[in-house]
């Protein structure tokens, strides 16, 4: 078998070395189909690729960090960057590329292309990969192309193919990927069409839009939908679409426009081209001998098969295989922009405004039932806005993902986070309280007897401008022990957030971290003047996007954190008047409703405790050297403290490194005392990452059971280069 | 499973799996490594191997009993790096007395049978070492330790 072959020259025994989508179209073209002129990299050149380059190992090695299973989805999507980026560096061997430009030139020499994938594996009559690796349409001119084919080998291995694959079984060190390079059809309306509708097995399925079909398989533009009587081929029903938008070719890909009125008012097909269509998929049905699912273009009057396939599951819902959820993961442009107005404009006021209100009502003046009320309501506030946290916050992260693949497709870094710099130095809620919290330790810097009473514990006789700057601290962010979620016990006083401070005043100011505006700059620059035209528009404006997504996963848990402080602060009240009344400081009895509510609340899930190493007959393990994904550059050493509960942040000091389970943005306050970051959970955009990023921390994270096999005290090296910390000292 | 068992259970299984190991030894600050034939004991407290009285490894641990022997699933392959395991293990050496000569040959000659006329010379000595920690390296860079209480 050769690197590239012509559909034409494809046979039987081929199949495996040119994909399903590869081989539909070979036979296709054979039965007297239409279909465009066709070539077809095999699946050999990318095991030549991925072999003579050292990719191969690189990406089992990257996919061994840690088990499978212990990976979270955002650490899963670190590893699918990071490879797509090996990808984008590594060329094609010389001797391959001069082959594969030979058969490209002579075939498609000044004509515009499709690449598409077509993995072996798609094939498996239970599996349906159709959307989980990418295609490029008008693509032009040989290196393009061949860029091209190597974005597409990379997408074998974006965060949606591999949760697949593993949800499936399918054995990841075995994927293999053809690609498929046809001309592009420029056609003025396009569609898929379905053989038999899974829903009744009589029927049929037309669906077209305007322009090219790109739109109608992303989900970015809805389609007209014909229902056909599979016996006679006629129309049941039509349901028109709301056609504002169509995908048209531009310089170098596609883009959305809107669509002019005189085509808008008019469905794509008419009764007689609906009946074509519908008549060519029930002749490829009869041709493969199964009902096919087939990709359609109509070029001014010639109609055109793209591609063909089985329709895996014939069964009412195309969602049971759960690849609906894989692709969901990947939200469009458009979709981030409706999102990030939803937030900005309507839920981050939402959660203030409900904040304010809460903050306003006089708890110490409720009678009893009216408080046990209160905080029933509270905690239904609060769970209402974790809900809206999950649903429409969380996702509302993809914007920072979607910037970053743009980014390193265009710029190819040496670092695939790189992109990190560009959205760093937002103004972050959470940076904004720990520079408040520099303010204050600042005042007890030079202040001497300041800092004496709060050391002796001696709180009555503040400094009154220090006092008035702490009440607007805590007014602003709590106390720091009660905002953390699960912590239902605030402890008197403020006296651990004294702790922090005096920790803070002992040692010099720690500055956030890089980088430099002027560098910063020279980064925006450099990815904007990568576009031109229209193209750097949308850029710019999705490196806005990305900058608020970034800002968003900090500030939202903040406000959270707001939230569940005023729920505290109604639990505190209930717990101090039941206090009273059983050390006979109050004498009239508690309703009951408030023991139930405030006693009851103490059950609701805190910080898990994190089983301990029991030593079994005489064996004790140890880490020594633990793997995770590396999430900050940097090297530090220091000893360890580790976070089981809240109170122990109180505890922290200058130069410890950081080990928690998962830090949320309200307890990032320690930071700026760490001098580096360990965390379970992983992510290179998770909270602690992104502070520790902030300033300039060596980070690491998806440490599995970090805070079990790592005690407090122990001295821990943490690399931030290569994602690994290192426990205990180094002799033997 | 326990986490501890579950150690113990791979390093079982390594230590089943492989018949050779490196065995590094030092005279006047200079190390020696040699390869050996191996077994270990179930519960992983010791591991035997024969030497001949004349070589360098037996001079070497006749003046100095600190050991390091090194113990790998590697198979010359590409794929090592991510799926290899590899065990280095700390102990203390001394050829064995007759009251254990007997069952030891036994347990080694079990897994090295081939190997019968050369562990029953009266010129070799079966050496057992007392295992004090285990390092286990997997995953290219995962490094966990066993040790072992005495």
Redesign the interface.
Known sequence: MSWIVNAENINDADRNQVGGKGYALALLAKGGFAVPDTLCVTSETYQEYVCRTGL??RI??E????GFKDMRWEEIWDCATRIRNMFLRKPIPFEIEEELKKVIEAQFRGKSVVVRSSAPEEDAISASFAGLHESYVNIKGVDAILDHIRKVWASLWSDAALLYRQEIGLDVAKSSMAVVIQEIIVGDKSGVVFSKSPIDHSQGVVESVHGLNQGLVDGAVEPDRWIMDRKTNTIISHTPAQRTHWMIPDKSGVQRAALPDEIANRAPLNAEEVSRVFKLVLDAEGYFESPQDLEWTFNKKELYALQSRPITALSPTKEDDGRSWYLSLHRSFENLKALRDKIENQLIPGMIAENEKLAKVALAKLPDKQLAAEIDHRWEVNQKWTKIYWDEFIPFAHGIRLFGQVYNDMIRPDDPYAFVDLLTNTEMASLERNHLLEELAQMIRTNASLAKNLAAGQYEDLDPQFKETKDAFIGKFGDLTCTVTGGTQCEPEAASLYRILLEMAAHPPTETGKPKQGEKTALKENFLNAFEGEHRKQAAELLDLARSSYQMRDDDNIYLGRIEAQLMAAVREARQRIDDYRTGGRRRKIADELIQVAENLDDRPRFQSPYG????D??????????GQPAGPGLAKGPARVIRKTADLAEFKYGEILICDAVDPNMTFVVPLAAGVVERRGGMLIHGAIIAREYGLPCVTGIP?ATVLIGNGDEVTVDGY?G?VTVGRSD? | M????E??SRLRDLCISQKLAVVATQSGGQPYASLVAFVTSDD?RHVFFVTARTTRKFANLTKDSRVAVLINSSANR??D???AVSVTV?GSAEEIGDAERDHVLSLYLSKHPYLEDFAQAPSCAVIKVTTK?Y?M?K????????????
């Open positions: 191969r190992e089992l090695l996919l061994n960090r840690k190493q029991k030593p079994a005489g064996f004790v393990i140890q880490a020594r050297q633990l793997v059971d290569l690994i033997l | 326990d986490p501890t068992e150690i113990r992983l590409e794929s790096f991510h799926d700390t920690s390092y390296v995953n290219f860079q995962n490094v966990m330790e066993l040790h072992i209480d005495r």
